[in-house]
């Protein structure tokens, strides 16, 4: 179950294991915390230092975005999640690996070639709600496999995002190319999103993140150290690595949430310095849709490719591609003088 917080004058408190949401003039909501999987509030309500305590201790990841008025530059999204898990064979095999050259780059090609197939599953949303042309789909997909011949015999970090970067770039022309101009789509933009399109790419990598954040957390690994991201003060590697392969499941989400005809100017708003946001009449619709996907979320490659990997909860498919990453760390072979010191 989701909880979105989204009024301007409530507060927020720990109550007998809820959440309780006050707001003057209304009847307190109450949402049990062991059945809440996920909390996203907008702007800026006061709540306890008790209930985020309770929330961390639970397991339920909070993501603050800016509310109305706020520039996304100075007030992005926040999470809160539970501290890391004491994992330290894993952590100390995460570490190792990133300090060999070797392995490091194969594990950020690994985490690249998921993403880089992973484009199968849009592309069907593409096809079946904005009409793209199976040629169209095809010429794509083959730019793709080369893309993937590339990416493995890539000798360097530099030359394998240099082959993503061009895939993404051919991704969101498609994207331009084919949905409804109406949508005033060009190509990828951020912070802030410039038109719907990439304001609701923007939400859902933020909300996938969110929780492969408190996945990271959880199982134990380092979510600083990651293959792909070169650490760098502030930013969590390992979660933005991890996000890469989630990212066409929020596309093909997306694409199918998106209505062909084009927007709805009431379920918009824009601002010189916040960009294009959802409006807060349009987002009880959004969330409810996020909730039933996320409840369901497909395999990167689609049921067809991998038939033994059915479609699961978010928060298990990412407890499954971390496993998948653990398993993947622990086959390198680095010889025998560095396998006999681990």
């Known amino acids: 179950m989701i909880l979105v917080v989204d009024h301007r004058d409530c ?4 109550e007998n294991g809820c959440v309780r ?3 003057a003039g209304e009847k307190p909501r109450r949402a049990p915390i062991a059945q809440l999987e996920l909390v996203v509030v907008y702007g800026n309500p006061l709540a306890e230092t008790a209930l ?3 929330l961390a201790s639970a397991g339920v990841p909070t993501v603050m975005l800016p509310a109305r008025g706020q520039s996304p530059e100075r007030n992005g999204p926040a999470v809160l999640a539970g501290g890391i898990a004491t994992q330290l064979p894993l952590r100390r095999l995460q570490h190792s690996r990133a300090a060999d050259p070797a392995a490091a780059l194969h594990l950020a090609r690994w985490c ?11 592309l069907i949303a593409l096809a079946a709600h904005h009409g793209a042309a199976p040629a169209v789909c095809a010429a794509f997909r083959q730019r793709r496999d080369q893309a993937l011949t590339a990416l493995a015999a890539a000798t360097d970090l530099d030359t394998a995002l240099g082959v993503e970067g061009q895939i993404a770039h051919a991704w969101f022309g498609l994207l331009a190319q084919v949905i409804n101009p109406a949508w005033n789509f060009t190509g990828r933009n951020r912070r802030p999103p410039r038109d719907p399109v990439n304001a609701l790419l923007s939400l859902g990598y933020t909300l996938v993140g969110t929780e492969i954040h408190q996945g990271v957390m959880a199982l134990g690994l380092d979510p600083s150290l990651g293959f792909l991201h070169q650490p760098v003060p502030g930013r969590e590697s390992m979660v933005l690595d991890l996000t890469e392969i989630f990212r066409c499941g929020v596309d093909h989400f997306v694409l199918g949430w998106l209505p062909p005809a084009g927007p709805r100017q009431t379920d918009w708003y824009y601002r010189d310095t916040e960009g294009c946001r959802l409006s807060k009449a349009a987002r009880p619709g959004f969330f409810e849709a996020w909730s039933l996907v996320r409840g369901r979320w497909p395999y990167p490659l689609g049921d067809a490719a991998q038939p033994e990997w ?3 909860t978010l928060r298990e498919q990412i407890h499954g591609w971390i496993e998948r990453l653990r398993a993947e760390m622990k ?7 560095a396998a006999a010191s681990e």
């Open 310 to 312: 059915p479609h699961g």
């Open 11 to 14: 507060t927020l408190r720990h």
């Open 21 to 23: 949401v006050e707001q």
């Open 52 to 54: 985020w305590r309770a």
């Open 331 to 337: 086959a390198i072979d680095l010889g025998p003088t």
């Open 112 to 122: 690249l070639r998921h993403k880089l197939q992973g484009y199968d599953l849009p």
